[in-house]
């Protein structure tokens, strides 16, 4: 039966640096802990090349640069040098905010390989108001240089309520652009976005003519433009495989050197997640029990241990399902099948509330005094 077959195994093979928290952007949908300023001792150079190395020599062969943002890591250059020399195909993923030709330069001299910018919304003011920095103009100039430099122009805009209406100015900033790929990216709801989940998400009317677009200019571009279509959770009835199965392929390393199956697992309760000072990359993969919590089926309860998709969907999140039931062992609720199920139609009822409300509440923007003040999400 397909249903009992094997929970997969295997080493990494992608490998999420988040170098930094700090960030010029103070997007309300950030996928950073929302206390990220309490996490603040950052790995120094010399900790993630031997991460590199660690994790290079059990076979990841991907690298994500990311943060918060960053480029405010000055030793950016040397890192990505030394992961050209360990093998590393090297993606940056970045606001694009303060990135210019000569970082440009420097970066593609020392062997990066890809650079993803993101755009908060097709025209200058809701951009600004959205980044809480008046970076509009910069990520556009800079969208060019990419270009220019010779890498492909990979571009991300994270969609929600305060711009899905402008999805067919977003497809058409792209085309300006000369995006090669471009993710719409339907916001997930962790870190800042859960916080602000009344405020950003939209209702399913808005989804699904922001999807006609984006399908739309999909079959027009192609060979042109590949376009990438994340589906809200929200709205669906099956919920995505848990970082294609946890602890299976994908390691998340944290600023402050937490080690994650997930960029949002240092949220889950008693999860115990290492940390690479403490632990070598071998030790924590194979042996904590953070990465085994969650790397079969036996922890599952019904519906999902009878069920015959779990070795398709691993019974969905475990982030979404602890802040939507407080619970990480629960099935997701965006599961149609979820005994849960009603969290999803009280969260899309309280948007919707939100939406229609004469006096709505201001979008929490993130900042290291708001991290300090909030806590973790409830």
Sequence with gaps: MAGSAPYPSGNPRWLLAELTYACPLQCPYCSNPIDYAEHSAELSTEEWRRVFSEARAMGAVQLGLSGGEPLTRADL????????ELGYYSNLITSGYGLTEAKILALREAG???IQISIQAPEKTLN??????????????????????GYPMVLCVVIHRHNIHLMRD?????????ADYLELANTQYYGWAHLNRDQLLPNREQFQAAEAIAQEYKAKLKGRMKIYYVV?????????????????TFLTIAPDGLALPCHEARILPGLDCPNVRDMSIRDIWEKSDAFNR??????????CRSCPEKIKDYGGCRCQAYLLTGDMN?????CGLSPQRNRIAEAIESARAEGLSADPRPLVFRNSRNSRALGKPV
């Design 330 to 334: 629960a099935t997701d609720p965006v």
């Design 112 to 114: 990066l390989d890809h």
């Design 294 to 303: 969650f790397r079969n089926f036996a922890w599952m309860q019904e519906p």
């Design 232 to 248: 809200p959770d929200y709205y669906e009835e099956r919920p995505k495989a848990c970082m294609n199965g946890w602890g299976t």
């Design 77 to 84: 250059p040397e890192l990505v040098r030394h992961a050209r």
């Design 128 to 149: 600004n108001y959205l980044a809480g920095t008046d970076s509009y103009d910069a990520k556009k100039a800079v969208a060019h240089l990419i270009k220019q430099h």
């Design 170 to 178: 977003i497809l058409e900033m792209a085309i300006e652009l000369g």
